[in-house]
């Protein structure tokens, strides 16, 4: 029996021999607590030769700078070349829908942003932290370098502010009609709304729209380096260190995490709830708490006593020695009537759902944890020495894996389930428990009507495959054929 290594993720370094560039971060990642101010110059990280790679938000498509022998770089599009010739080429970024691609080029040392085949102008430098599409797919903005001050570039056309010392945190609303970004001046940050600054503080945190787009919140630090919440413009009470607050999902709710003094509490809609020593996830994920998806319980895990609990709807659970841990953190059921989480006790892990615990197992896949939409089916990957399995509503499956990855789903009617599997080195897709063609790389499988699609990599090439739903008959299973679509060869190694 192969021995077998704890999976953090499904190979996200895909195609590995198409090094991402890190390009400028003149938009500023604006902390939580006081940084280091750094100059204009100080940000940026100017791109050097390794070509770009992007994909787009359901993994079915991908781009990627293909050098040619002339020492021009062009971009490549799922497997088609645009002829166009570029110096370098920076990030690229798919919009929300994949249909629109868009990324920074240089052309004899200026920087351009091209979206859909199209040059936008010629800065200095371009931020990649601060290209960003709406949610619609239908608008953009980025952030670009003109001298020593930084401009918005919305919809094509520079914002008629003035430049500023550093731009970051670039939102639209969800209802695509807002855009918001975080500006600095000298060493004082504030947050811009359509083009209007609010108040100017040492510091500001990350702005949210609320998800019916009439609220704004963000995190801010004063000059006497206290912390609050800015809701539509207006401060709320100050403490010692606050986190980026959230939105229930009917927008009628907010809460963040506030510290006092060594004790750790909720906010939620300005009444203070009970004080805990940590309310975290764990050593991987930021802090994190979340309103249900269709309603408004609020879930988050907390730790007192050097034991960790998991408070719903102000309730506490049991407690444990770790939640979340590799198995991942707090979900919800789609419904808003169920939540589960990773538990720990001694050596062993376990998932705990509604508050009973289930079968005690030597590991929990991170990131497989998950509810059915309709709520009422559960999957979770799980591990018992050297074996790797599916426990489906329930049941742990018969077959068992070198690994399981991330990225289990159901469909959206909730009657199939899919991840990704590793044996022998090779990834395959499993569909309603039945195992699909290996290749050398998967990206996440994407449902269709007639069953999943997804990219994968095979002897260096770039293939598209559609897995149909498998047939279910007495006995053995008909053999599931696969349609492959050959995209392109892709890059040899950068060297």
Request: hydrophobic share 35%.
């Amino acid at each position: 029996m192969k021995k077998r290594k704890w999976l953090y993720t499904i190979s996200l370094t895909v195609f590995s021999t198409l090094c991402l560039a890190v390009l400028v971060t003149g938009c500023k990642k604006v902390a939580k607590s006081a940084d280091k101010q750094t100059s204009p110059e100080e940000q940026r990280v100017k791109l050097t030769n390794p070509p770009g790679f992007g994909r787009s938000q359901d993994e079915l498509h991908i781009a990627w700078a293909q050098l040619k022998e002339n020492g021009k770089v062009v971009v490549v599009t799922d497997g088609k070349v645009d002829s166009t010739e570029y110096d370098a080429i920076g990030f690229i970024l798919f919009s929300p829908d994949g249909k629109r691609v868009a990324f920074t080029a240089e052309v004899d040392s200026k920087w351009f942003m091209v979206v859909d085949g199209k040059a936008v102008l010629d800065f200095d430098d371009i931020s990649r932290s601060c290209i960003t599409f709406s949610p619609d797919s239908k608008r953009f903005a980025f952030g670009a370098l003109q001298g020593n001050k930084w401009f918005v570039v919305l919809d094509g056309k520079a914002m008629p502010e003035a430049g500023h010392d550093f731009v970051g945190y670039f939102a639209f609303s969800p209802d695509n009609k807002h855009f918001v970004y975080a500006a600095g001046k000298g060493n004082k940050q504030s947050v811009v709304l359509d083009g209007k600054a609010g108040q100017y503080y040492n510091l500001t945190g990350e702005p949210v729209f609320s998800p019916d787009s009439k609220h704004l919140a963000y995190g801010a630090i004063d000059s006497n380096n206290l912390q609050c919440v800015v809701l539509d413009g207006k401060e709320g009470k100050k403490y010692e260190d606050v986190n980026n607050p959230i939105f229930s999902k009917d927008s009628k709710h907010i809460a963040y995490k506030v510290r006092k003094g060594n004790k750790r509490l909720m906010v939620v809609d300005g009444k203070e709830g009970p004080e805990y020593e940590i309310i975290t996830a764990n050593q991987i994920f930021s802090d994190v708490f979340l309103f249900g998806p269709n309603d408004n319980r609020l879930a988050y895990m907390a730790g007192k006593d050097q034991k960790m609990v998991v408070v719903v709807d102000g309730k506490e659970g049991p407690e444990y020695e770790a939640i979340g841990g590799m198995g991942g953190s707090i979900v919800l059921s789609p419904d808003g009537k169920s939540f589960a989480y990773v538990a720990n006790i001694g050596e062993k892990w376990f998932v705990v759902k509604n508050d009973k615990e289930g079968p005690e197992y030597d590991g929990i896949v991170m990131g497989t944890t998950i509810f059915s939409p309709d709520g009422k089916r559960f999957l979770y990957g799980a591990r018992e020495e050297n074996k790797w399995f599916i426990v489906l509503d329930g049941n742990a499956g018969a077959e068992e894996y070198d690994e399981i990855g991330q990225g289990a789903q159901f469909s959206p009617d909730s009657k199939h389930f899919t991840f990704t599997a590793h044996e022998d080195d090779k990834w395959f897709v499993v569909l309603d428990g039945k195992a699909g063609p290996a290749y050398d790389r998967i990206f996440k499988p994407a449902f269709t009507d007639n069953g999943i699609e997804y990219l994968a990599e095979s002897d260096s090439y770039l293939l598209r495959c559609r897995q149909p739903y498998p047939e279910i008959s007495e006995g053995e299973t008909a053999e599931i054929k696969i349609v492959e679509e050959k995209i392109s060869k892709l890059p040899e190694p950068t060297k």
